[in-house]
């Protein structure tokens, strides 16, 4: 099995690009320095000009992340192609790959491009691919490039009938998994019939390769109690059981790929997908986890097999890498202060932001207990003050996020920090 690639030349020309007004937090000192111009300079994030509010990166959190996961599921017999949506960073792409992910996950056709556009090597868009132009684009891409691998989801006759007119002509076949859903659920198939007429089309069609079967199961519950552990156990051996069918009718070609995984369960699928096989099947079984590289402060924390309350034994926890910090605006009364942060600065689909630190213009950061944002607007958050608070017009209030999918969507530029968590030692680019 090739191991999947990047593209170096990519990777190096994205860290000359050059630091200017699009980046609107970054210090006016780093204007037309290139990204590793700027992290040679070893910035202060409070004393070196950062404009607030900005959000940031732990080093140390990241490499920790990258570490755990990846010796888990090389421990688990799973590989993983960790969904790239949550960051769209290449560099953290290349990241996930040099600690050995066997390729990365996308959700559309834009995507799809910008990984191609960085050399990604294996890439799995976890949909039913139907654009006319993509298809015929992916077509060109795989025609050009025969080291090139890529799969994605059907879930309908319809969809089969449609991809095939789009690629004609194509030189190369595309991989197409079969899709499992269930009731609750999104996309995919809801029952066997269906999924076994989706599986013979695809095996009719000269444009497209049966591979196997694929699904997510994070839609199916956000619980952790044992009934949705149960739900999500059973849902993955639905997997399991559509691709041994397939295999008995002979609609499979090459190795077998099986795979879900969103962020929540993927214990639950790490337990189910490498159980034995049936004699002489060819199984690889992949998760998707994306959320796991910066974990959070919220959704995750709560529900990840390996957040504050871990479903896995002798692994350590992961840690959140993303960190906000905002500016105290307004006091205007002893039990209300403003923020500079809002929605298009941090995430709040699910959940608040957590005041967590308070720094004064002089230093240093210190812990920050008892406060929370009630609610924000576009450009403000209303942080409640406890009886007491020492919070002031000025201060730097350092927060935690939840959902990190709907932060870096809205940071095109990053700072990464050192253990100290002001010295900026990198700069993560991002592209939505």
């Known amino acids: 099995m090739n191991p999947c690639q990047m593209d170096p030349a990519a990777l190096a020309a994205l860290r000359q690009e050059r630091i200017d007004w699009r980046f609107r937090s970054a210090a006016p000192a780093l204007s037309g320095l290139t990204l590793d111009e700027?992290?040679?300079?070893?910035?202060?994030?409070?004393?070196?000009?950062?404009?607030?509010?900005?959000?940031?990166?732990?080093?140390?959190?990241?490499?920790?992340?990258?570490?755990?996961?990846?010796?888990?599921?090389?421990?688990?017999?799973?590989?993983?192609?960790?969904?790239?949506?949550?960051?769209?960073?290449?560099?953290?792409?290349?990241?996930?790959?040099?600690?050995?992910?066997?390729?990365?996950?996308?959700?559309?056709?834009?995507?799809?491009?910008i990984y191609r556009a960085f050399g990604v090597s294996r890439i799995l868009l976890a949909n039913q691919f139907l654009d006319p132009s993509g298809l015929r684009w992916l077509a060109a891409e795989?025609?050009?490039?025969?080291?090139?691998?890529?799969?994605?989801?059907?879930?309908?006759?319809?969809?089969?009938?449609?991809?095939t007119a789009a690629l004609e002509g194509a030189e190369r076949p595309v991989d197409v998994l079969v899709e499992l859903g269930a009731d609750g659920g999104r996309t995919g198939v809801r029952d066997t019939a269906t999924a076994l007429a989706i599986a013979e089309a695809v095996h009719a069609s000269p444009a497209l390769r049966l591979r196997g079967t694929g699904g997510y199961e994070g839609a199916l519950s956000h619980d952790t109690d044992e009934a949705a552990l149960a739900k999500i156990s059973s849902y993955v051996d639905g997997l399991r059981d559509l691709a041994i069918s397939f295999a008995d009718k002979g609609l499979l070609n090459g190795q077998i790929i099986v795979t879900a995984g969103g962020s929540a369960y993927f214990d639950q699928v790490a337990n189910e997908l490498p159980k034995p096989w049936p004699d002489g099947l060819d199984v690889l079984p992949v998760l998707r986890s994306g959320a796991y590289l910066t974990h959070d402060d919220g959704f995750y924390r709560q529900i990840s097999?390996?957040?504050?309350?871990?479903?896995?034994?002798?692994?350590?926890?992961?840690?959140?890498?993303?960190?906000?910090?905002?500016?105290?605006?307004?006091?205007?009364?002893?039990?209300?202060?403003?923020?500079?942060?809002?929605?298009?600065?941090?995430?709040?689909?699910?959940?608040?932001?957590?005041?967590?630190?308070?720094?004064?213009?002089?230093?240093?950061?210190?812990p920050l207990e008892g406060h929370v944002v009630a609610k924000m607007n576009d450009q403000h958050a209303f942080l409640t003050l406890p009886p007491g608070s020492p919070v002031e017009v000025g201060d730097w209030i350092g927060l935690g996020l939840s959902h990190p999918c709907t932060v870096f969507d809205k940071w095109p530029l990053l700072p990464v920090t050192a253990a100290d968590g002001e010295t900026v030692v990198d700069y993560v680019r991002t592209w939505f």
């Open 305 to 366: 097999p390996l957040g504050d309350h871990p479903r896995i034994d002798g692994v350590d926890s992961f840690r959140p890498a993303l960190r906000a910090w905002a500016q105290v605006t307004s006091k205007p009364s002893d039990e209300l202060a403003l923020l500079t942060l809002g929605k298009r600065d941090a995430s709040f689909d699910e959940g608040m932001p957590e005041p967590q630190l308070r720094r004064t213009p002089d230093g240093p950061a210190d």
């Open 38 to 113: 700027a992290a040679d300079r070893r910035l202060n994030l409070f004393t070196d000009g950062f404009f607030a509010p900005f959000v940031v990166l732990d080093e140390d959190a990241l490499e920790h992340n990258l570490r755990t996961m990846a010796a888990w599921c090389a421990a688990r017999g799973v590989v993983l192609a960790p969904h790239g949506k949550t960051t769209m960073a290449p560099q953290l792409f290349a990241r996930q790959i040099e600690h050995g992910a066997w390729g990365v996950t996308c959700a559309n056709a834009g995507h799809l491009r």
């Open 142 to 163: 795989l025609a050009a490039d025969p080291a090139f691998e890529f799969v994605c989801w059907a879930d309908s006759v319809r969809g089969v009938e449609l991809m």
